[in-house]
């Protein structure tokens, strides 16, 4: 059973299409993570959200707690957003970086 | 800064062979973790230390296991690898434990066991 589902798996868009890759739970968390995964394997935080929005560039990360739900956005897509996209959960009980349950990534390739 | 640094980037082993990945982060972080990456899952906690000194195990610490001389450095040794060891592990590392603060992540090391 996995705690943590992202969809879709893959994705490809157009350059300049605004894209929304989702993270469902199935757990009570405390917080979520987005981290982004270069092509060339190096991973990067993106957002630590534990209600609501926030915005960095053209990124958006919106969280719902109550329906166990997160999204990604993406404005104006370009290539170099080309990647992987992970989403990771922190259970309830836990306020440790060890208690984070890390989904399987959406793989997000942006066309020109 | 260098901030999070593995070596080596590949590495090709044989079944019973041992070896130590190298992890070292020049931030003054206190935590530091090891995951493993496998194609179809999600990173998944091998070790981790909260501290020189201190170390903990993970979700899959089976066949590793880790020190914690400095705070520099978090050295991953495989006892006797197997083929189910067979993939790309991240060491990172974080000012603290708190899932408030942000994981650095160190570029990757490839491993294959034949």
């Known amino acids: 059973k996995n705690e943590v589902e992202q969809s879709p798996q893959n994705l490809t868009a157009q350059e300049g299409e605004f894209i929304t890759i989702n993270c469902s739970y199935s757990v009570g968390i405390s917080a979520l993570h987005w981290l982004q995964q270069h092509p060339g394997g190096g991973i990067v935080s993106l957002f630590m959200l534990s209600s609501g929005k926030k915005k960095h560039g053209r990124l958006i990360a919106t969280i719902n707690i109550q329906e166990k739900h997160s999204s990604l956005h993406i404005t104006a897509s370009h290539p170099r957003d080309s990647a992987v996209y992970i989403c990771a959960v922190l259970l309830n009980y836990g306020g440790s970086q060890g208690n984070l349950i890390f989904g399987k990534g959406t793989k997000l390739s942006v066309k020109p | 800064n260098a901030g999070v640094t593995q070596t080596p980037k590949f590495q090709v082993l044989k079944t019973g062979q041992s070896m130590t990945l190298q992890c070292a982060q020049d931030?003054?972080?206190?935590?530091m973790s090891w995951y493993r990456q496998d194609p179809g899952m999600g990173l998944r906690l091998i070790h981790y230390?909260?501290?020189?000194?201190?170390?903990d195990q993970g979700e899959v610490p089976n066949g590793y296991n880790v020190s914690r001389s400095t705070t520099e450095d978090f050295p991953l040794r495989l006892l006797s690898a197997a083929p189910s060891q067979t993939s790309v592990y991240f060491c990172?590392?974080?000012?603290?434990?708190?899932?408030?603060?942000?994981?650095?992540f160190g570029p990757g090391t490839r491993l294959t066991v034949l």
């Open positions: 230390s909260v501290g020189a000194g201190i170390t």
């Open positions: 931030m003054n972080h206190e935590y």
């Open positions: 990172a590392s974080s000012y603290s434990e708190s899932y408030t603060d942000t994981q650095y």
